[in-house]
């Protein structure tokens, strides 16, 4: 199966960028970035920790578990917590990397979907290292986890290996609130429906929304992102959507949209994510 690369005017947008070097905005450490990436905008703890009907199962985060059923396949979230059994406490820091950018786990075998891989590769050295740094203090929970199943193959790689990946500068709001929304935060792989069981349209449906999410809540479906639902809303309401998850009208949006992690993302970083939705083709 062929599996398409995110879109290409959107990589142009935040690799441009990328290519100066942009040089980090600060001089936080490696954890401190780490920590607030992973407790926000990356949230991985969100697929990678079980879920039960009322939220997040106590004793268990970033154990893994959490099924996602989507046409072609049954996923299950793997435990990234550093349990050295049935986790990755035995990877080297250059081992999770390449499964986070590359979709390799130590022994060859290839991750699938939902785990963005593609969006992944885009992710900066200093933002990939610093989550490797916060997965590190991580508590080890013991948890195996069934393998996830698909009616599909998956490819022998993602694209060529991913050299080094220069950071982007928050100076370009537009290009950073790209890398925010791509790479970091993956709110394009969940906001673009499937061309085909595990591939998304980020050529012709970027953003458009109607990907179906199935879950101890129930089934729920993206948002269309674009300016063709977001246009005219202010920041002040796209803002309230992706922290608390309340809508205008005071209804509430269904998981699995992180709200409580993406309640914790700075203003400045909000309002870059929301310069770029804006810059998005109506859908």
Request: hydrophobic fraction near 35%.
């Amino acid at each position: 199966m062929k599996f398409h690369a995110f879109s290409s005017a959107v990589l142009a947008v935040l690799f441009i960028t990328v290519g100066l070097g942009a040089p980090r905005a600060s001089a936080e450490t490696l954890l401190e970035r780490g920590t607030y990436l992973m407790e926000s905008i990356v949230a991985c703890g969100n697929c990678h920790t079980p879920q039960g009907p009322n939220g997040p199962i106590a004793g268990k985060n970033l154990a893994g578990g959490l099924v996602f059923e989507e046409p072609g396949f049954v996923a299950v979230a793997s435990n990234i917590t550093p349990d050295r059994e049935t986790g990755i406490g035995g990877w080297t820091d250059a081992q999770i990397i390449a499964s986070i950018r590359e979709g390799k786990r130590p022994d060859g075998s290839t991750i699938g979907p939902p785990m963005p891989i593609e969006m992944y590769r885009g992710l900066s050295d200093w933002d990939v290292q610093a989550i490797v740094a916060y997965l590190r203090t991580v508590k080890p929970v013991r948890n195996v986890v069934q393998k996830s199943k698909y009616e599909f193959p998956l490819p022998p790689a993602y694209g060529p290996p991913v050299g080094s990946v220069a950071s982007v500068s928050p100076d370009d709001p537009v290009a950073y609130g790209a890398y925010l929304a791509g790479p970091a935060g993956h709110c394009m792989e969940c906001h673009t429906p499937f061309a085909k069981p595990g591939m998304r349209d980020f050529e012709n449906k970027l953003g458009a929304g109607g990907a179906e999410f199935h879950g101890p809540w129930g089934v729920s479906a993206s948002t269309n992102i674009t300016p063709t639902n977001l246009g005219d809303r202010s920041y002040a309401d796209i803002k309230k959507l992706i922290t608390t998850g309340t809508r205008p009208d005071g209804s509430r949006m269904a998981p699995p949209m992180a709200y409580p992690f993406y309640a914790n993302i700075k203003e400045d970083d909000l309002r870059a994510i929301v310069a770029y939705l804006r810059t998005l083709p109506a859908k």
